[in-house]
């Protein structure tokens, strides 16, 4: 009885093609052959997943107005109600087809990352990271039956560029208002992600906000399919089983949900510290554990090049928030910020590693010069106090001509004066910029 109608919609409606198409887009923003990620970072892999949603969440809405609107459409819904099966048993294949095939394009387009990662014997697997990718599925499912039932209320084909427009409109105008707010109403959003500062594979999402989650979702594709199936010409009361269900959906979830900032918390597991052996001492987070070998000998000698300054660090560890967040230095530990590849290892920015570890002096970057100019002359200074550490008999290679001649006023102004005030140089700039304050290029060459 349930089999021969499900196969009736597979064979004549648009709902395969909805589905595969739901599919192409859910991997395609999941995708980027520009930069492709090291599938090893799994809460990045999931977390990313969900902030795709900010699209794949009003396309699922907008394939459920599609199949949803196609009796209204044909004209035949009155003819429809009037046959001997009701509207809950007629309509539960279509809706169950749809709502389980959106929920398994938005699963099946990590398979080909997870299924890497799974093979990649140092990938950190966070605790509860499956709970989080079917949660962002049953949000998928819930759009498509949100949708059906839009599509049976209102079956004009103008519905369907309307929901696509005013879902994405409006979802994209939440997450811009959720940022800094702490109202749990915007972690019902389903592609809502706070920022911490954290870089995203160190996050995860909390117990409560799945939790939370799993309620307002569950709720609003119960009430969306009681609402596709209600009769043609519904009473009043037949609207209160699917109000009910919202509205206790919606209560049951805002109890349960944290404050949208604490939507996602940080992950002790993978912030926890892997180090190498011998000394000095350097560390990765555990999500970074397999860099750990290619990075520990030239991080060694970057500290061995810093060693000839004053007050000089003795450790280096990698820091875990993300790039352009500000962070306490500490003077006897030098912090890095780390980027792989595809395949996990280390990239830097077209120097070598080592030289990388020492720009700035061992500092990180700090992005606060807001003009071009200013930020041209903290990059030279940055990079020739690295190859003045090195010992380079010339200064770095620049690509533009501004970088070019900061880079060399800089490189023969800081070998221009005698070796004590070399060190002395090179010394301030590293303080300064482990506190973020002053020009690094006036600091090091003495000119403004």
Avoid: K
Wanted: glycine share 10%.
């Amino acid at each position: 009885m349930t089999i021969r109608p499900a196969l009736l919609e597979l064979r004549r409606t648009l709902l395969p093609w909805l589905v595969a198409a739901m599919l192409f887009a859910s991997w395609a923003m999941t995708s980027d052959g520009m930069d492709p990620r090291w599938p090893g970072l799994v809460n990045a892999t999931v977390l990313g997943h969900r902030a795709a949603l900010v699209l794949l969440w009003p396309l699922a809405l907008t394939a459920g107005v599609w199949i949803g609107r196609r009796d209204g459409a044909a004209g035949t819904t009155e003819l429809i109600g009037v046959t001997s099966r009701g509207p809950r048993s007629r309509l539960a294949p279509r809706a169950a087809l749809l709502g389980a095939g959106l929920a398994a394009v938005y699963l099946a387009a990590l398979a080909e990352t997870l299924g890497r990662a799974v093979l990649d014997a140092e990938t950190y697997w966070p605790a509860g990271w499956p709970w989080s990718l079917l949660t962002g599925a049953l949000g998928v499912a819930a759009a498509g039956l949100l949708g059906l039932a839009l599509g049976r209320l209102l079956p004009s084909l103008w519905t369907v560029p309307a929901a696509l427009v005013l879902s994405t409109g409006s979802l994209v105008t939440l997450e811009v208002l959720a940022q800094d707010r702490s109202s749990r109403a915007f972690a019902l959003l389903p592609s809502y992600l706070p920022d911490d500062g954290t870089a995203g594979e160190f996050v995860r999402f909390s117990a409560a906000t799945v939790a939370g989650q799993t309620i307002w979702f569950g709720a609003l594709g119960a009430a969306g399919f009681l609402f596709y199936a209600l009769p043609s010409r519904p009473r009043p009361a037949a609207l209160l089983p699917g109000t009910a269900v919202l509205a206790a959906g919606l209560a049951g979830a805002l109890l349960v949900l944290p404050p949208a900032g604490r939507a996602t918390a940080v992950d002790a597991g993978a912030t926890a510290q892997v180090c190498a052996d011998g000394t000095p001492r350097v560390c990765v987070t555990r999500a970074y554990a397999r860099t750990l070998p290619e990075l520990t000998g030239p991080a060694r000698e970057a500290l061995t090049a810093l060693s000839r300054l004053p007050n000089a660090p003795v450790a280096l560890v990698q820091d875990e928030h993300a790039f352009g967040v500000r962070t306490a230095q500490d003077p006897s530990t030098v912090r890095v910020r780390l980027t792989v590849d595809g395949t996990g290892a280390l990239v830097t920015g077209g120097t070598t590693l080592v030289e990388d570890l020492l720009d700035g002096a061992g500092t990180l970057r700090c992005e606060d010069y807001t003009t071009s100019g200013a930020d041209v002359r903290q990059r030279a200074a940055r990079a020739v106090a690295a190859f003045w550490l090195l010992g380079r008999p010339a200064p770095p290679t620049s690509y533009t001509d501004a970088e070019r001649v900061a880079t060399a006023r800089a490189w023969d102004a800081l070998h221009g004066l005698p070796p004590a005030e070399q060190v002395s140089r090179v010394a301030a700039l590293r303080e300064a910029g482990l506190r973020c304050r002053g020009d690094l290029f006036e600091i090091l060459t003495g000119a403004a």
